[in-house]
Every structure is written in structure tokens, then in C-alpha cells.
């Protein structure tokens, strides 16, 4: 339980309000988006985002909420709501400043603040208001603080996230310096990725394997999302990246080949399983300058089929063949799915007592995040997603900040118990340790 | 499309990565059998970017055949898939 946990403020500052928007329909969902909408509405804020990144700062409230208003002004994608038009999903420019969950917390004993981030990722943002809230954390009174930031996935991906982050705190920056705020041209609403695909083609068969049922059968309502990490510190990065040279392999190969061997050897899935993998569609985004936008749910999910070998570096080239071609074969093709499809298949997940998906990975990289500016040092970053549907028994996610590399296993609670993941967490660092002292 | 000589396809292919990883095409020297994806650190999506643009401009499907996945272990091998199938 939290304690001493208030709420400074949440009111709105009258010279920082904004005029209420007019309703104005901006596109229709494409069908990423739509699938990305209908997994949240149906399956209690599933693929929701959120970015938590401890800084020290000296903020108050009100400048919180000001740079927080310039952001919201910046966007127009932080303007929109979704919703159902007869039976397909639009984007509307809706969303009211002052109607967003934009708060400061004083947080008595940091300690607490996983269980704020846990609030903030498993609390199903609600589309039709607006599609991201933000919290400034003030953990106790030392001058740390945590800026997390949740947002539905139709509107953004890991790209997104990185650059908001890096505008909100060059705002932020000079707003606690009374410097004139920056000049940011206006980000208008992303073209869907849909648009720069490939024609039209049948949706993908996904493979079949043997799903694991889950350890406790919970309601979706009464699940939560949980979250454990391995962490590679520079060291070992270094020698990790002399073994993969070695042997000419990608860590993101690696990583997965190791996280599908722990999951086996940990009775997590079976030696053929499913292995989602998220792929970055951004890259099409060049062909075009006007195209050229950091928000947008810009990935797909190359699903793979695979058979678990024991040698770590056969499975993982293996793997990286079998990734290739799946990118090729599926995720650079336009695939229209029908709403009431859609729609009955993401209620099917909610009555499943199974991990259907087995598991996946998505690799965001370096976390291109700006780590000082004036007044502000940046110290840490999470990057986690709502796991409630269960579609997946865990979800891996990489990415690498201030020379670290994390590999957060995310979860969904009570359907995979806790004890099973840390056994996994320990025997995937075992195996990439191992690698890399060969 | 006019049938394309090695050479030809080996510049063509050349100023691709260059493209993909922004940097000039004088910059980037191959030889058949170089690993041009270690070479020039390559990512896996800068793999996909590339080789969307091959299918543009040479006019076949990359990777809809699982044996297309081959043709990005070395340079050499790369100009021989485009040959290939682009006949």
C-alpha cells in the first residue's frame, strides 16, 4: 500500500487553459491501429504504454502543468479521442486539456513508486477522453522526481515515446529556467503506416504450437501487469559484443534465442513454440519527407515458428533467418481486417486460458533520450506495456540507457506467477553471461 | 526492364547502402565475398530498408522466397539473387 500519498494539484491553471477544441473527425483508424484499439477496449488497456524516467529537478506544480500544456498544444495526435463511427473506429481532434489526468504527486516514501507505475500502466486509459495522461512523482523531498507518461498504442510506438520525451524535457527545462519557451513547429497527425505497405495481401496464418495454459486462471479485470528485469551493465555489454562479433550475430538474435531457451528450460513454452517479435516500420517513413512524423504506431509482429535447439548460436542465426523472411512475408503487407472481426476475436482472448502466443521481444534499441539539459539530470528509464490479455506469458523488453542494457520480462499477474518469471530472469542472464565468457 | 550486367547491378546495389546508412557512395568499397551487413554495421531493419528498395528498383519481391533470406550473407551473393530474379 501506498502511504501519505496526496494529490498536490490537479487543478488547472486558468493562463494555461486552453480553448476548448472543435470536434473535428481527423481519419479512420488503420488497421494497426484499429487492432491496437480494440486489443485496449476489449481486453482492459492491453498494448497501453508507459515511460517512467527519474530525473532531479526542481519543479513545481504549476511548471509541471504548464510544460505538460505545451506538449498537449504541440501534438495534434495528444488532441485526439477515438471513436465508433457505425462500425469503424476514427480518430476526432476532442481531447480538452483540462479533462486530461495530468496530476503532481508527492510521493512520502519512494519506495512506493512501483506501485504508482503499476497504476499508471494497468488503469485503461480511457479513448474517448483523450489518449495519454501524464503524473510528475516527487519522491519524498530530496528533488528526485519520475515523469511518467502513458499512452494508448494507436497513436504512438517506442519512437514516439523517446521523442516526446525529449521535447517535454527541453520544455520543462526552460520553463524552471524562465528562459523563453522553444519554438517547436506543431507535430501534425501521423499518415497510418498502412498507407506505405505493400498491396494488399491475405492475413498471416499464424503457426501453430502447443499453448501453455496459464498458472492461475484470473477474470482480465482482476489481472495485473508485472514486470521483472535483468540488467547488463557496461562490462558486460563490452564483453557480450566481442562474443557476437566473434560469431557475427545481432544481440537482438541472441537475446531472443536465449529468452526462448530459459522459457523452455523453465517449462514456459513448449521446444516448438511461437515467438512474436515486434518489428519497427518507421524506416518507410523515408521514402517521403512529408511523411516524416515521431508519432504514429508505426510496428508490426513478425510471428515465428520455432524449434528450440540447445546451441545457442545455430538457434540464434536460426532465428534471425526465420525473422527475415517472416518481415518479408508479412509484416511490409498491407492486411485489411473488418471490425466485427477483429472485434469477436479480441473478446475470444478475454475468455482464454491459455498463453495463445506463447512469447516475444521488442528490441527499442538505444533509448535516444537527451540525459542533462539546463536544471534537469536524467538517471533512469523504464520503458513497460499492459500484459493483461495474456496473449503472451511474457514479453521481453530491450533497450539500452545510460550504458545498461535492460531486458524487462513483462507479464501478466496472476496468469503467469511471479516466481516462474524470476526463475526465467535468472537463467536467461546465466546464458547470456555464459556467452559472452566463452 | 533492360537486362542488367554485374557491374551495373553492384552500382546500383552499392548506392543503396549508402542511402541506408546516409553516408557517400565513395564511402562504401565491396568485394564479392564481404559481409557488406558487418561491414557497414548494418542493423536488421536497415537489412529490410535496403532490401524494400531492391525490390522498387529492380522489380522482383525480395524475401517472398525463403532462399532470398541467403542472398544477404555477402555482396556477391546479393548481386547474383538481383541477377537472378530480376531477369
Given amino acids: 500500500m501506498i502511504t501519505q500519498l496526496f494529490l498536490v494539484t490537479h487543478v488547472m491553471n486558468t493562463a494555461v487553459n486552453n480553448a476548448i477544441l472543435s470536434t473535428q473527425a481527423v481519419r479512420k483508424l488503420g488497421a494497426i491501429e484499429m487492432r491496437m484499439a480494440l486489443f485496449h477496449a476489449n481486453l482492459n488497456g492491453s498494448t497501453q504504454g508507459t515511460q517512467a524516467i527519474f530525473f532531479s529537478a526542481n519543479v513545481s506544480s504549476e511548471q509541471f502543468m504548464k510544460a505538460a500544456n505545451y506538449l498537449y498544444d504541440h501534438y495534434e495526435a495528444l488532441q485526439c479521442t477515438i471513436r465508433k463511427v457505425d462500425e469503424e473506429l476514427w480518430f476526432y481532434r476532442s481531447a480538452v486539456f483540462s479533462n486530461i489526468p495530468v496530476r503532481h504527486l508527492q510521493l512520502e516514501t519512494p519506495a512506493d513508486i512501483n506501485t504508482v507505475i503499476s497504476e499508471c500502466l494497468d488503469q485503461p486509459i480511457d479513448p474517448n477522453k483523450a489518449l495519454w495522461r501524464a503524473q510528475l512523482v516527487s519522491l519524498g523531498h530530496t528533488g528526485q522526481k519520475v515523469f511518467l507518461f502513458s499512452a494508448h498504442h494507436a497513436i504512438i510506438d517506442a519512437n514516439g515515446m523517446h521523442d516526446l520525451a525529449n521535447r517535454f524535457f527541453q520544455i520543462l527545462s526552460a520553463v524552471i529556467s524562465n528562459a523563453s519557451l522553444p519554438r517547436l513547429q506543431p507535430i501534425n497527425f501521423p499518415l497510418a503506416v498502412d498507407e506505405l505497405l505493400q498491396q494488399n495481401a491475405s492475413p498471416v496464418v499464424v503457426p501453430t504450437a502447443e499453448p501453455r495454459p496459464h498458472d492461475k486462471s484470473c477474470p482480465i479485470n482482476y489481472r495485473r501487469t508485472g514486470w521483472q528485469f535483468v540488467t547488463l551493465k557496461q562490462e558486460q555489454i563490452a564483453a557480450l559484443d566481442k562474443a557476437l562479433q566473434a560469431d557475427n550475430i545481432k544481440l537482438h538474435s541472441l537475446i531472443s534465442a536465449a529468452l526462448c531457451q530459459a522459457l523452455h528450460a523453465q517449462g514456459v513454452v513448449a521446444a516448438h513454440c511461437n515467438f512474436g517479435t515486434a518489428v519497427s516500420l518507421r524506416f518507410l517513413q523515408d521514402t517521403n519527407p512529408e511523411y516524416s512524423n515521431p508519432l504514429g504506431c508505426y510496428m508490426s509482429i513478425a510471428t515465428t515458428s520455432l524449434d528450440i535447439n540447445d546451441n545457442l548460436v545455430d538457434f540464434a542465426r536460426k532465428y534471425d533467418r526465420e525473422l527475415m523472411h517472416k518481415i518479408f512475408t508479412s509484416c511490409l503487407n498491407r492486411v485489411d481486417t473488418l471490425y466485427a472481426d477483429f472485434e469477436a476475436a479480441t473478446h475470444r482472448i478475454a475468455q482464454l486460458e491459455n498463453f495463445s502466443q506463447d512469447a516475444g521481444i521488442t528490441n527499442m534499441g538505444h533509448v535516444a533520450i537527451t540525459e542533462t539539459y539546463p536544471g534537469i539530470e536524467i538517471s533512469d528509464y523504464l520503458m513497460l506495456a499492459n500484459r493483461v490479455s495474456a496473449n503472451f506469458s511474457i514479453v521481453a523488453h530491450c533497450y539500452d540507457f545510460l550504458g545498461t542494457q535492460r531486458i524487462g520480462l513483462v507479464y501478466p499477474k496472476p496468469c503467469l506467477a511471479d516466481d516462474v518469471v524470476a526463475r526465467v530472469a535468472a537463467d536467461l542472464e546465466k546464458r547470456l553471461l555464459s556467452y559472452s565468457q566463452r | ?87
Fill in chain 2, 1 to 87: 526492364m533492360t537486362a542488367l550486367n554485374v557491374i551495373q547491378i553492384e552500382q546500383q546495389i552499392t548506392a543503396i547502402i549508402a542511402e541506408v546508412k546516409r553516408i557517400p557512395v565513395t564511402d562504401i568499397q565491396l568485394a564479392p565475398t564481404d559481409d557488406f551487413i558487418s561491414k557497414y554495421n548494418l542493423s536488421s531493419m536497415d537489412a529490410v530498408s535496403m532490401s524494400v528498395k531492391i525490390s522498387q528498383q529492380f522489380g522482383f519481391g525480395f524475401g517472398q522466397a525463403a532462399e532470398d533470406i541467403d542472398g544477404l550473407a555477402s555482396f556477391g551473393a546479393l548481386t547474383n539473387l538481383v541477377q537472378k530474379r530480376a531477369a
